[in-house]
């Protein structure tokens, strides 16, 4: 198993922190997260992100996206709009004390709009990137047509945009243990629920932003943890069960969740489940 994407953690600390947006934050950082390691590298070798690049992350979580790039020695800024806990991290990680180089005081981080993330004068980004998986809840789509229409504006012409997808539900195992917020959040006629991502997701997304697709791929990323309480925990901090949990209870989605993961539980107790991820590149104009 990959050691990157399966750590253990300390125990489950309750229901308590599962609520609280700090530690469900904390959980994203330490376990979710790196899940996604794959499909980052894929998209910057693909548009060889490295020194000459100047890349806006919309949606930069706790930045550990933003911290692959700036390691190929590009300035890097980031925009979190949805998660105040999520951007302390990536402060955190990309604080210029951290490093003790100039290089990474170049790093601006807001939780506002794009346009916050630029320096009057400065030059134009060279690369966007959107790599929260879209089409995952409802509204999510609206909500980055909006980042990209503040932040396509401060992207020189022609320059890449990445956006990302879940892949086809038949080679996503994740998708069963998703289903389960679904069901329970069928009470609230599915707002805010998980559904499927669809063919044409992405390409649609960008044509009602303007963009210019030009090509795509698909990454493997296994989610792999160290036992199902870690899994548990990285899967509820992404925010896909949130609707499930106002639907019905904590301890019902805890105890859904943890029944739909144990098909992907192996001998050694760690659980694995094999991933499929789209990514689109498109062009601004």
């Known amino acids: 198993m990959t050691p990157t994407l399966v750590r253990q953690h300390l125990p489950s600390t309750g229901e308590t922190s599962r609520r609280d947006l700090g530690a469900r934050a904390r959980d994203w950082s330490e376990i979710q997260e790196r899940m996604l390691v794959p499909l980052y590298e894929a998209v910057y070798e693909r548009l060889e992100v490295g020194p000459t690049t100047r890349l806006l992350g919309l949606g930069c979580g706790s930045g550990l996206a933003l911290l692959m790039a700036a390691s190929r020695g590009a300035a890097v800024a980031g925009v979190e709009p949805s998660s105040p806990e999520r951007l302390?991290?990536?402060?955190?990680?990309?604080?210029?004390?951290?490093?003790?180089t100039r290089a990474r005081a170049r790093t601006r981080l807001v939780e506002g709009a794009p346009g916050d993330a630029s320096d009057a004068g400065?030059?134009?980004?060279?690369?966007?990137?959107?790599?929260?998986?879209?089409?995952?809840?409802?509204?999510d789509s609206e909500g980055l047509g909006d980042l990209l229409a503040s932040a396509t504006p401060l992207a020189e012409r022609g320059a890449p945009v990445a956006l990302v997808g879940w892949g086809p539900p038949e080679r996503c195992a994740t998708t069963s243990v998703l289903r389960v917020a679904t069901k329970l959040a069928e009470p609230l006629r599915g707002t805010g629920s998980w559904r499927p991502a669809l063919r044409d997701d992405l390409e649609e997304v960008a044509q009602r932003a303007g963009l210019r697709p030009d090509g795509s791929g698909r990454v493997s990323c296994p989610f792999g943890y160290a036992d199902l309480d870690s899994a548990l925990k990285g899967l509820l901090s992404t925010g896909l069960f949130d609707a499930a949990i106002e639907a019905t209870d904590q301890a019902q989605v805890d105890k859904e969740v943890t029944e739909a993961l144990h098909p992907y539980q192996r001998q050694d107790g760690t659980v694995w489940m094999p991933n499929v991820f789209r990514y689109l590149v498109a062009r601004v104009p």
């Open 88 to 100: 302390a991290l990536a402060r955190e990680r990309l604080q210029p004390e951290a490093w003790g």
């Open 122 to 139: 400065t030059a134009p980004y060279t690369l966007v990137t959107a790599f929260e998986p879209i089409r995952c809840l409802a509204g």
